[in-house]
């Protein structure tokens, strides 16, 4: 097989989970089957979900409103701190808070994290062998979410901050060979009722009326 094709990336983040973070809520389950419905009629080949119950249980709801698409459970789809930076790399007026709050973060979560953040770019991103285009589904964690969109816009590795993602909200990225990643959409929410939006979002950057649907970038994708 030779060439390379496009693939386009479809991500997720989990629905709403319970405070303890071991199932989803009845929102969350909500959610997680209005995604499966805004997924159908994308040809989505594999729906690929991070070890942690709101990841799995989220995968297996939104697979359920769909045809035969198998679930692959992956470590790298999981939740971690992607990259710890160094103070010298973060604005100075935000370094000093910006580090606190990363050292709240288990130490396994900080100290293991950049592997596996490697192994997610090596897995999740690029065109695919072969000729036909691939349409892939990654149920994962807002961190991870932040780090495969920063990666696409080739911004500096610690970016991954401040870029947040609502659960059960959609961002779709395109791989072709030989241009630039694109981002197609970003934390659109437009198969989700107002009261199911932006859970999970930080409360300060919430729309007061919680109606506005995405942030958009501009071109579509087959069945989204």
Known sequence: MTGSAVRHLYLARHGEATADESELTEAGRRQAALLGERLRGVPLSAIHH????RAEQTARLVGERLDGVPLHRCEAAGDYIPYMPARDELPADSAESTLQRLA???????????ALARAALERFTGPVPGAEPR???LVTHNFLI???VRDALDAPPWRWLGLHHGNAALTVIRYAP????SLVFFNDMRHLPAELRWSGFPAELTPED?????VTTGGETPGC
């Open 50 to 53: 991070g070890p942690l119950p």
């Open 104 to 114: 709240r973060f288990p130490a396994d979560e900080r100290e293991g994290g950049p």
């Open 135 to 137: 349409h892939e589904l």
């Open 146 to 148: 932040g780090w495969l």
């Open 178 to 181: 030989g241009r630039p990643a």
């Open 210 to 214: 919680g109606a506005a649907g995405a």
